[in-house]
Structure formats: structure tokens, C-alpha cells
């Protein structure tokens, strides 16, 4: 039955309310008898990491942490992406870092896809669980540890932070999805909403990390074609995406690199919510490749 994500769902008699669910890699190793071909592709104005490649022998690490590994997703590329990095990170049981960030000017959002972790902002400590969300600003001091007997994995999605004279640096805070109203596109019929962790109109942000819902049936109704830079990782669901006058199709662990001006549409086409955790970056004046001498 088509749903109204955060709102009561009546069914019979029952009343229901939507659960999130979040796609998370595991990793492991593809047996020999698997087909070598994939989604995997990159081209000049876009890139799909679908999630039967994100195994074992393509992860990373870090140092200053501790049984941690993760999964690169997106990084600056000359001439491509060139404005963020993007991290899924697994950390074992009784891992973690503190020393996590080695980049003074350098902003993150940490957002919770499985299991639980406890993260430490300038002293004060929060538990995050699934659906977790942290903004942390740059030059902040911070920790994060796995207290628990299973895996956590988060997004981490970094940027170099792009100060602008007169205006303070945005606060570091927690929350959680579950815990904020989506916002519903007009003339939608309530089928596609944005949950917005930031307020849009803050000029101290110059990234927006968001997560997006289509319900069934619903569309990006033409090729959005913007300066932004997205990084789109599926949640949930499955869609259609036309890609620069190419229709591909991505479903839940896939991972989406779109570079400016990249002209993007798309149809959720059921059964279920299809859902995403979505990059751009904004508020800020376009920087100039200037000659050097």
C-alpha cells in the first residue's frame, strides 16, 4: 500500500508507523564461478559504484584507528568531482579512533547506516544509532568508538570547508532522521520529500548532506541541470535514472558520482519507497582557476 513517509499508517485496524531501512556493504568476496561484467561505470559527466563491487580487496584505512576499514566511494578527481570525498566506514567491535581527522580545515558529515557508535564533539558525548546524523565543523575535536558487541557502519562525507570573511563557522550537532519532519516537493501528492538536517537559507553551510524520498511512482519530472556536485547513495528502493541521455537502472547499495551540470531525472517505480542520502555542495561564490606564473 503507498505510504506517507513519517506519518501513521492505517491498515485495517492496525495502526502502522514506517521504518526506515538503510543498505549497508558487507563485503566478502565474490565466488570464481560469478560473471566478471557489472553496472560499474564511469564516464566524463558521471559515475555508478553499484554494490556487488564494494568487497574485501577494495577497501581502505586510515591511520590513528583502530579495526576500522572502509570502502572509497568518491573522491577529488582533477577534471571530474572535485569538491568532496566520501567514505563508507566499518568499525569492528571495540574500534575507533581518536585522532580521526587529520585535516584542520576540513567539514564531515558522519550519518549511521548500521549498528551503533559512540561519538565524542569537543568533550561532549553522544550514542548515535542507525539513521544518526553528526555535523562536525572544521578544527573540531572529536572521537568515535564501537562500545558494542557488532559492526557499525557510517557515511562520512568530507569537504574542505570554504570560509567566507564575516561569517562564523556553523556548530557542530547530533540528531537523528527519525527524529525530523520531511519536507514534501509541492504538487507531488506528497510522493517526493527531502529530510533537510540543515536549514537551506544558513550561509554558514556550504555543503547540504539530505536524504530523499520518492514514493512509487514518482518522478524528477525533466533533467535537472545544475552546478552542483552529488554524491547519491541508495538507501533503499529501487529507480530509473537518466544520466546524461542514458537510462540506468540503481537500486539500494548502489552508490551515484554525478559531476556539475550533469543533466539527471528520475522514476521510482515501486514497489517500495525509493530513498537516498544525497551530496551537494552550495552558498558559495564559483573559485577561478587563475594562471600561474
Given at each position: 500500500?503507498?505510504?506517507?513517509?513519517?506519518?501513521?499508517?492505517?491498515?485495517?485496524?492496525?495502526?502502522?508507523?514506517?521504518?526506515?531501512?538503510?543498505?549497508?556493504?558487507?563485503?566478502?568476496?565474490?565466488?570464481?564461478?560469478?560473471?566478471?561484467?557489472?553496472?560499474?561505470?564511469?564516464?566524463?559527466?558521471?559515475?555508478?559504484?553499484?554494490?556487488?563491487?564494494?568487497?574485501?580487496?577494495?577497501?581502505?584505512?586510515?591511520?590513528?584507528?583502530?579495526?576500522?576499514?572502509?570502502?572509497?566511494?568518491?573522491?577529488?578527481?582533477?577534471?571530474?568531482?572535485?569538491?568532496?570525498?566520501?567514505?563508507?566506514?566499518?568499525?569492528?567491535?571495540?574500534?575507533?579512533?581518536?585522532?580521526?581527522?587529520?585535516?584542520?580545515?576540513?567539514?564531515?558529515?558522519?550519518?549511521?547506516?548500521?549498528?551503533?557508535?559512540?561519538?565524542?564533539?569537543?568533550?561532549?558525548?553522544?550514542?548515535?544509532?542507525?539513521?544518526?546524523?553528526?555535523?562536525?565543523?572544521?578544527?573540531?575535536?572529536?572521537?568515535?568508538?564501537?562500545?558494542?558487541?557488532?559492526?557499525?557502519?557510517?557515511?562520512?562525507?568530507?569537504?574542505?570547508?570554504?570560509?567566507?570573511?564575516?561569517?562564523?563557522?556553523?556548530?557542530?550537532?547530533?540528531?537523528?532522521?527519525?527524529?525530523?519532519?520531511?519536507?514534501?516537493?509541492?504538487?507531488?501528492?506528497?510522493?517526493?520529500?527531502?529530510?533537510?538536517?540543515?536549514?537551506?537559507?544558513?550561509?554558514?553551510?556550504?555543503?547540504?548532506?539530505?536524504?530523499?524520498?520518492?514514493?512509487?511512482?514518482?518522478?524528477?519530472?525533466?533533467?535537472?541541470?545544475?552546478?552542483?556536485?552529488?554524491?547519491?547513495?541508495?538507501?533503499?528502493?529501487?529507480?530509473?535514472?537518466?544520466?546524461?541521455?542514458?537510462?540506468?537502472?540503481?537500486?539500494?547499495?548502489?552508490?551515484?558520482?554525478?559531476r556539475a551540470f550533469c543533466p539527471q531525472s528520475c522514476y521510482a517505480g515501486g514497489p517500495g519507497p525509493f530513498r537516498y542520502l544525497l551530496y551537494k555542495d552550495v552558498n558559495r561564490h564559483m573559485p577561478f582557476i587563475r594562471p600561474t606564473n
Amino acid at each position: 500500500m503507498p505510504t506517507t513517509q513519517g506519518q501513521p499508517l492505517v491498515e485495517g485496524s492496525q495502526v502502522m508507523t514506517e521504518k526506515h531501512t538503510y543498505y549497508s556493504p558487507q563485503g566478502g568476496l565474490p565466488p570464481q564461478t560469478q560473471l566478471l561484467s557489472d553496472r560499474a561505470v564511469l564516464t566524463d559527466a558521471y559515475a555508478i559504484i553499484p554494490k556487488r563491487v564494494m568487497t574485501d580487496i577494495v577497501t581502505s584505512f586510515l591511520p590513528f584507528w583502530e579495526n576500522m576499514r572502509m570502502w572509497v566511494i568518491a573522491r577529488p578527481l582533477s577534471g571530474f568531482s572535485e569538491t568532496f570525498s566520501q567514505y563508507i566506514v566499518e568499525i569492528a567491535p571495540q574500534g575507533g579512533s581518536d585522532k580521526p581527522e587529520l585535516d584542520p580545515n576540513a567539514e564531515g558529515v558522519l550519518f549511521v547506516v548500521a549498528g551503533e557508535m559512540d561519538i565524542t564533539i569537543e568533550g561532549e558525548p553522544h550514542h548515535m544509532t542507525e539513521g544518526g546524523y553528526a555535523f562536525i565543523p572544521p578544527g573540531c575535536n572529536w572521537t568515535v568508538h564501537n562500545n558494542n558487541d557488532q559492526p557499525v557502519r557510517f557515511h562520512w562525507v568530507r569537504k574542505a570547508y570554504q570560509a567566507v570573511e564575516g561569517l562564523a563557522l556553523p556548530e557542530a550537532f547530533v540528531t537523528n532522521e527519525n527524529d525530523l519532519d520531511p519536507i514534501y516537493m509541492p504538487d507531488t501528492n506528497d510522493g517526493w520529500a527531502t529530510t533537510r538536517f540543515v536549514d537551506g537559507t544558513d550561509m554558514r553551510h556550504d555543503m547540504h548532506v539530505n536524504i530523499v524520498t520518492f514514493q512509487p511512482g514518482t518522478v524528477i519530472p525533466f533533467d535537472e541541470t545544475h552546478v552542483m556536485e552529488h554524491g547519491l547513495y541508495v538507501l533503499e528502493g529501487k529507480a530509473v535514472y537518466h544520466l546524461n541521455q542514458n537510462w540506468v537502472e540503481v537500486e539500494a547499495g548502489d552508490f551515484m558520482w554525478l559531476r556539475a551540470f550533469c543533466p539527471q531525472s528520475c522514476y521510482a517505480g515501486g514497489p517500495g519507497p525509493f530513498r537516498y542520502l544525497l551530496y551537494k555542495d552550495v552558498n558559495r561564490h564559483m573559485p577561478f582557476i587563475r594562471p600561474t606564473n
